[in-house]
């Protein structure tokens, strides 16, 4: 972090960590692969979801746990199906979330879509749990993904983006009482900064079975990296994450959801087994470097939350 200490670099962070606020990723898009309107302009068939989202209180945690996934590096290179098959196979849902916080006055109606008020968030926690969803981690993802292994029913995933101190303080709260898990991607610039999530706090996560993922070093865009960049983005702020963890690193997402086709060579090279983009296409040639994911906006009742689930996977 000496880096940082120097006028230019914390400029350039304080500049970046204000953009971060409203401008972080792309915006929501709910449309699946197959160009499903979104969840706002579909009809509800109100019964229907009634009934998904009730009963079935959560004996999640059990079933989820009861099968530990291989780490992808004992996998056998011949054992990992090929783009087509594991394209073919159905989309786990997978949500990706930024700050927990109550919308204040000056939060424009963009950032609201990254802004998930307190109650909101926790209703819709509530709404996953209650409608029988078990949280799944990246390990058990890549190992369903490469060799068809089974998952608990209802699977889906829960990830964080950009180190906001309140997926801590308010988020994890709510996911203990479900027995749900989740995966942070870690910006490590932002560590240890006012409202931001410490070290400590990073390493009770991974301590306490959630899974640390790399969001670069200060979120810029992968599609402009040239030589060192590569170092500076991912190499280093991988290696932080892997001392502060005790763990391997081996899941990224990509800043805003960008990625072009040569980044992947170089993700791979540093370590990374998948990466993870939002709403758009995955790559045919490359399915686990393009896993799909979908911003769970701050405008969103659990019903819509529900409904872009299911439209969007
Ligand atoms: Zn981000």
């Not at 949500?95 to 998930?116: E, F, M, N």
């Not at 079975?209 to 170092?231: A, F, L, M, P, R």
């Not at 005790?246 to 060579?265: H, M, Q, R, T, V």
Request: contains cysteine; glycine residues 4%; hydrophobic residues 40%.
């Amino acid at each position: 972090m000496n880096l940082f200490r120097t006028p230019l670099f914390a400029a350039a962070a304080a500049l970046a960590a204000s953009s971060f606020l409203t401008a972080c990723d792309t915006k929501p898009a709910t449309a699946s692969e197959g160009g499903s309107p979104t969840a706002e302009t579909v009809a509800t068939d109100s019964a229907a979801t009634a009934a998904a989202m009730s009963g079935t209180t959560a004996t999640a945690t059990e079933e989820a746990n009861a099968t530990p996934a291989p780490d992808p590096s004992s996998i056998p290179a011949n054992k990992i199906a090929d783009a087509a098959t594991i394209t073919a196979r159905p989309q786990v849902p997978i949500l990706c979330y930024h700050q927990i916080r109550d919308w204040r006055a000056k939060d424009s109606k963009g950032a609201k879509d990254y802004i998930v008020p307190v109650q909101q968030f926790k209703d819709q926690i509530k709404m996953l749990a209650d409608s029988g969803y078990h949280t799944i981690l990246p390990d058990q993802l890549y190992a369903y993904l490469t060799t068809g292994a089974k998952l608990p029913s209802k699977p889906i995933m829960l990830t964080f983006d950009d180190t906001d101190l309140d997926q801590f303080t308010v988020a994890k709260p709510t996911l203990d009482k479900y027995g749900y898990k989740a995966v942070y991607f870690i910006m490590t610039v932002s560590l240890g900064r006012p409202n931001y999530m410490s070290k400590a706090q990073v390493k009770q996560l991974s301590d306490e079975g959630n899974v640390i993922g790399s969001h670069t070093w200060d979120h810029h865009n992968v599609k402009k990296y040239q030589g060192e960049d590569w170092v500076t983005q991912i190499e280093k702020p991988t290696k932080t994450l892997e001392e502060i963890t005790g763990k391997d690193i081996k899941y990224f997402a990509y800043p805003f959801g960008l990625w072009n086709p040569e980044a992947i060579p170089q993700l791979k090279q540093r370590g990374m087994v998948a990466a993870f983009v939002l709403a758009e296409k995955r790559d045919q040639n490359d399915p686990l470097f393009t896993i799909r994911r979908i911003i769970a906006s701050g405008y969103w009742k659990p019903r819509t939350l529900h409904n872009s689930i299911v439209q969007s996977f």
